[in-house]
C-alpha cells in the first residue's frame, strides 16, 4: 500500500516509516520540522534503499494536505503529528488542544474527501491518568488527569465517533507507553540536543555535556522510591505499527484501541544502571521533586495487542540501552546540519537535500 505518514520526519516517525517500508509499502512523509528533521528521513532511505517523498507542511492546512492527497494516491494514513511534550514553544492546553485536534480534523477531512479509509494513529498511556490501575487495560475506565493526556482522549474520541459514523473507515489506536532506543545502526534516533528523553539525559552526562541526572521523584511506593515505567523499544513500536495496520481488515468493529507496552515495568534507577553497565560509563544523579500528579508506576496489560495483532515487544532494556547508546555517541548534537555550503531548510513540497553520510560519526 502507498501510506502517508503523518510526522514521519521525527522521532517515532522516521523508525516508523523504516519499518512500513522494510514491510513492503510505499510512504510519503508529511512534517512541518517543527519537531522532525529531513535529515532522518534521507538515513531512512539509505537505510531502506527507498525513496521517500518528504513533503513540509503542516498536516493542519487544509490546502497544503489536500494538494498532497491530490497527488499521491495515498492508500491508508499513519498519524504520528502532533504534540508529544511541553517544551519551550508550548503555551498550555491549548497548544495541545489546538494542535493535535487540529491536525485530527483536518486529516480526516482530507481522508474522507479522497476515499482513504485505513487509519493508524498514535495515542498515549497518559489517557490512563496518574491513579490508573496496573497493569492498565484498554477496557478500564480512562481517567486521564493532564493536558496532554485529555487531548490524546479527545483525540481517541473523535477518531471513535468518525469511524463509527463513516461507512468503510476503519481507525486503530496504539496507546504508547515509555518509547526509548534506537536504530541498531545508529543512524537515527531521539534528537540528542533536546535532552527530554531519559536515557538522552543519561548519554548526555556520560558524554560530559552536563554534569548529572535529575531523578524526578525519589519517594514513590516503589521498591528503589523512583518512578517506574513501561520503557518499550522505538523499532518494536514501529513494528506494532504495521501489525496494527495489517490487522485493520479483521477487528471486530471500525475503531480498534491497543497497548503499546511491554508489561515490564522499570524504575528510572533500573534504567539508570542498565545503563551504566551497558555503556561502561557512571551516571552520577541527584533526586529532585516530582511534578505534580506523576505517576508511581505505570505499565501495560500487552495481552490485546499480543491476541489480535500478534505483536509484543521482542527487545528488553539492555537492548534499548546498548541501541540508544550507538546512536547517542556517534550522533552527541542529534542530527547534523547541511554540508558544502548549501542554503538551509526552507520547507517545500518535494524538496530533497544533500546530507552528511549517514553512517559518519558526528562532526567527521
Known amino acids: 500500500m502507498r501510506i502517508l505518514v503523518t510526522g514521519g520526519a521525527g522521532y517515532l516517525g522516521s523508525h516508523t516509516v523504516v519499518a512500513l517500508v522494510e514491510a513492503g509499502h510505499d510512504v510519503v512523509v508529511v512534517d512541518d520540522l517543527s519537531r522532525g528533521n529531513p535529515v532522518a528521513v534521507s538515513r531512512a532511505e539509505v537505510l531502506t534503499g ?5 513533503h ?67 495515542s498515549s498511556a497518559a489517557v490512563y491518568g496518574a491513579r490508573a490501575r496496573v497493569p492498565s487495560r484498554e477496557d478500564q475506565t480512562v481517567r486521564t488527569d493532564s493536558p496532554f493526556g485529555r487531548a490524546a482522549g479527545m483525540t481517541e474520541q473523535v477518531l471513535a465517533d468518525v469511524a463509527h459514523a463513516q461507512r468503510g473507515l ?13 536504530h541498531p545502526s545508529g543512524t537515527i534516533g531521539e534528537p540528542a540536543a533536546r535532552g527530554e528523553g531519559l536515557l538522552t539525559a543519561m548519554g548526555q552526562v556520560a558524554l560530559g555535556l552536563r554534569e548529572r541526572l535529575d531523578v524526578r ?11 517506574m515505567r513501561d520503557v518499550v523499544h522505538v523499532d518494536d513500536v514501529a513494528a506494532g505499527f504495521v501489525a496494527a495496520l495489517g490487522a485493520l481488515d479483521e477487528t471486530d468493529g471500525p475503531f ?3 497497548n503499546a ?6 524504575s528510572v534507577l533500573d534504567v539508570l544502571r542498565t545503563f551504566e553497565t551497558v555503556t561502561g560509563h557512571r551516571v552520577p544523579y541527584r533526586t529532585v521533586a516530582a511534578p505534580a500528579g506523576t505517576a508511581a508506576v505505570s505499565y501495560a496489560d500487552p495481552a490485546l495487542a499480543e491476541d489480535e495483532l500478534g505483536w509484543r515487544p521482542v527487545r528488553d532494556l539492555v537492548d534499548i540501552c546498548a541501541d540508544h ?40
Open 50 to 54: 527507498q525513496r521517500i517523498p518528504l
Open 56 to 122: 513540509a507542511v503542516d498536516v493542519a492546512d487544509i490546502d497544503a494536505l489536500e494538494r498532497i492527497f491530490d497527488t499521491e494516491r495515498v492508500e491508508a494514513v499513519v498519524h504520528l503529528a502532533g504534540r508529544r511534550t511541553t517544551g519551550s514553544r508550548a503555551q498550555g492546553p491549548l497548544d495541545f488542544y489546538e494542535t493535535n485536534l487540529g491536525a485530527t480534523f483536518t486529516l480526516l477531512r482530507c481522508m474522507v474527501w479522497y476515499g482513504v479509509d485505513r487509519l493508524v494513529a498514535a
Open 170 to 182: 476503519r481507525v486503530g489506536m496504539l496507546r504508547c507507553f515509555t518509547t526509548a532506543g534506537a
Open 217 to 227: 521523584g525519589g519517594d514513590h511506593p516503589t521498591p528503589d522510591g523512583t518512578p
Open 256 to 258: 480498534s484501541v491497543w
Open 261 to 266: 507496552g511491554s508489561g515490564r515495568p522499570a
Open 325 to 364: 547508546w550507538r546512536w547517542q555517541s556517534r550522533n552527541p548534537a542529534g542530527y547534523p546540519g547541511l554540508i558544502g555550503g548549501e542554503r538551509p531548510w526552507r520547507g517545500g513540497v518535494g524538496h530533497r537535500l544533500r546530507l552528511v553520510s549517514p553512517s559518519a560519526p558526528w562532526g567527521a
